[in-house]
């Protein structure tokens, strides 16, 4: 099943819910809905409305640094999780994603008696999972968690994909060759936030798969409750009157070392600083440059043949 297939069957099959929350809207829900998009087709970008990859490329390598201050975010002129901000002072959001995948423990010291010699260390999970692909490819403990119980409630916002795991295929040779990525999501936004999670988490897997060595071939995208928001529905029969377009393509400069496994997240402060190795204005969208590039750099990622439909402003639940 693909994005759009999805849409249609939510809406026509799930079964109404009262709001989660207070203030915001009731849902149309369905429990356990699974994506499969062969990246050997095309790249994971829908073409029934137009994503914008900048903010897809931007957020995930605020994530890969270990980074939870959205100063940074804002630095790469991406404002994605501004409704997020706690206030207008504090710019930290808390252990999120970028700290779960780079420092997981990190802020442990809060829980810990005045005098106590505790929290101060972390475990860097992209690290060991990178270090695991390369010595044991066909291992599954390739896997990567977002939610950590103890600071959950410390989270400007509560991991919804929160966790990912990858799996190594070999060719007919019977060698390691193919990389996928299974994601995990505990609540999904179908009309917002799923196709950028899904171009995401399809980024992740070919820049992994460039830094092990291996191709990339499935991402699987596994929600648990995946909805559209009442006030979405009539942007959704909209974008379900389009026709889809042939996926774009995507390629790594095979000359850029992306040196994942040095991105170490160590420096005992929640603000990481700058990753020169994934700047992120290093990638052209259809060959053309997408952000300012200083003399002599190259760009880093390419997507090609992106023809989408118009964008649709979505209402977006906090």
Known sequence: MNYEEALEFVLKNGVKKPPSRPGQPGTVSWHGLQLRYDLREGFPLITSRT????????????????????????????????????????????????????????????????GSECGTSSVDQLAQVLMG??????????????WNPDDV???????????????????????????????MQRSWDLPVGAPYNLASYGLLL???????????????????????????????????????QPLPQFSVNQHIELNLKEMRA???????????????????????ACGPKKHGQQSLFRILNYNPHPSIEYPVAK
Request: charged share 25%; proline share 8%; aromatic share 12%.
């Open 51 to 114: 994503i914008y990859f900048k903010s897809v490329v931007r957020e995930l390598l605020w994530f890969l640094s270990g980074s939870t201050d959205i100063r940074d975010l804002w630095q790469m002129d991406c404002h994605i999780w501004d409704q997020w901000q706690r206030d207008n002072k504090e710019y930290d959001l808390g252990p999120i994603y970028g700290e779960q995948w780079r420092k997981w423990g990190f802020r442990n010291d809060r829980l810990c008696a005045p």
């Open 133 to 146: 692909l390369r010595e044991s490819p066909y291992s599954r403990r390739h896997l990567v968690s977002a």
């Open 153 to 183: 409630p410390f989270m400007a916002l509560p991991p919804c994909h929160f966790c990912f795991q990858f799996t190594v295929e070999p060719n007919e040779e019977g060698n390691p060759h193919w990389l996928n990525i299974h994601v």
């Open 206 to 244: 070919c820049l992994v798969a460039h830094e092990v060595g291996l191709k990339p071939k499935w991402l699987v995208y596994s929600a648990t409750d995946a909805h559209i928001y009442e006030d979405q529905i009539l942007g959704v029969v909209e974008q379900l009157r389009r026709s889809q």
């Open 266 to 288: 160590e420096i005992p402060d929640p603000r990481i600083g700058d990753v020169p190795e994934l700047n992120p204005a290093h990638f052209v969208a259809n060959g053309r």
